[in-house]
């Protein structure tokens, strides 16, 4: 069994980045456990001064976050592109993901799902994201990283992706991220 932690780099309530990682929990295939993480809200802001080495006296929530990154046999992420970069709470996560060491030599791949409307169709975040995860010492997953263009039409009332194309390719990326963790 391998444990995927999903994260999305969006707080909004109708983003479709955690829409997506809904529906890849909602779709994980045989052989995959799909846990989301929701604390990303709750992290403080990264101080190194607030990072000890030891860990002792790590804030509850950075704990929590390095916890299930340590539990994960690898990570998907989905973020949206603000204003040509990553989201500023986004890139707190990842800040606090670079001390304990938890993502070196982990797997993990992104789904980018921003549509026509952004400029870049969110290249520019995940430029970031791939040099980010490089001081992570992360396994960037090549074959399960996706481009997948969606709109708001997409998601049913459920708040899941609902054309079967688009959840077959979501499975698609989630099983070349599993088997790379194995």
């Known amino acids: 069994m391998a444990k995927l932690l999903l994260i999305s780099g969006s707080l909004r309530g109708g983003s479709t980045n955690s829409a997506t990682l809904r529906t890849a929990a909602a779709l994980a295939p045989a052989g995959v456990e799909a846990e989301i ?3 990303m809200g709750r992290l403080p802001h ?6 000890p080495a030891d860990g002792v006296g790590l804030d509850a929530e950075v704990a929590a976050l390095r916890a299930a990154l340590g539990e994960a046999d690898a990570v998907l992420l989905c973020t949206p592109e603000y204003a040509g970069a990553l989201p500023g709470s986004f890139k707190n996560l990842l800040d606090w993901s ?5 993502m070196d030599r982990k797997p993990v791949a992104w789904i980018n799902v921003s549509g026509a409307a952004a400029p870049s169709g969110g290249a520019d975040a995940h430029d970031s994201l791939r040099k980010v995860l490089g001081y992570t010492g992360s396994q960037i ?5 996706l481009r997948l263009p969606l709109s708001r039409g997409d998601l049913g009332g459920d708040g899941l992706i609902t054309p079967d194309d688009k959840r077959a390719v979501i499975v698609g990326a989630m099983t070349a991220l ?3 963790a194995q």
């Open 98 to 102: 670079v001390g304990g060491g938890q």
């Open 178 to 180: 599993a088997s790379a």
């Open 46 to 51: 990264f101080n190194p001064d607030e990072d």
């Open 141 to 145: 997953v090549e074959a399960a990283i």
């Open 37 to 39: 993480y929701d604390g």
